[in-house]
């Protein structure tokens, strides 16, 4: 199917807090795949991560407005609007809302490499392309997944991809860079008390423009 509209790099992930490292791949992500802009998909929750220390949805939405000030980047909490737990059912609501985009999902080597505990992660290969972006300590651990074994049969390089005439999945674009150290979980052990300094007033979301609020139900993987 042949489509015109913008092309949209997706990022999911909790982004408990989002750093400088989240940026630097968002933007290489755009430069190599020729992305229109980027959407962080700030999640409600999910259940392959603990919940605690999981900083409030509002919180963690205004951290990533901060770190993606001035880029193609929309911070969005959409799945809480869409009603979404899992991945596949947001990806498939995504497409449904906003039919005239084109989307490929960003993934970290660390995801890709539990990507098969995912429901129906085969699905969610066959909405649209992944891109999965090297991350250092994980990419041996990714190689040898369940997942890989399946999607290698589908790789396609980031110029495939731009020059590709139909927009269609599955595909699988590698993409490396140099590695970057900044993480999370480092920041949350020098600054427990991170989300302190983003309290106050709802913020807006980029995407839908309605206030978020904390959810009593998260999203998913």
Request: aromatic letters at 8%.
């Given at each position: 199917m042949r489509h015109s509209g913008p092309i949209t790099g997706l990022l999911g992930g909790s982004f408990n807090p989002a750093h400088g490292g989240h940026r630097r791949i968002s933007l290489f992500a755009r430069d190599a795949l020729g992305l229109d802009e980027l959407w962080w998909m700030v999640s409600p929750g999910n259940p392959l991560k603990p919940k605690k220390g999981m900083a409030p949805l509002p919180a963690r939405v205004?951290?990533?407005?901060?770190?993606?000030?001035?880029?193609?980047i929309r911070v969005t909490a959409i799945e809480q609007a869409l009603g979404t737990r899992y991945t596949i059912d947001t990806l498939r609501a995504l497409k449904r809302r906003y039919p005239k985009r084109r989307f490929v999902w960003l993934m970290g080597a660390d995801n890709l490499a539990q990507f098969h505990r995912w429901k129906d992660w085969r699905d969610i290969a066959r909405e649209m392309p992944i891109a999965v972006i090297a991350r250092p300590g994980y990419d041996d651990d990714a190689i040898a997944s369940p997942a890989m074994a399946?999607?290698?049969?589908?790789?396609?390089?980031?110029?495939?991809?731009?020059?590709?005439?139909e927009w269609s999945a599955p595909a699988l674009i590698e993409l490396r860079f140099d590695p970057d150290p900044r993480s999370a979980t480092a920041i949350r052990r020098a600054d427990p008390n991170w989300a302190d300094g983003f309290s106050g007033p709802a913020p807006r979301d980029e995407v839908t423009h309605s206030l978020i609020h904390e959810s009593p139900s998260g999203g998913g993987a």
């Open positions: 205004k951290a990533a407005k901060k770190v993606s000030r001035n880029a193609p399946w999607l290698r049969n589908f790789r396609l390089s980031a110029a495939g991809l731009k020059n590709r005439g």
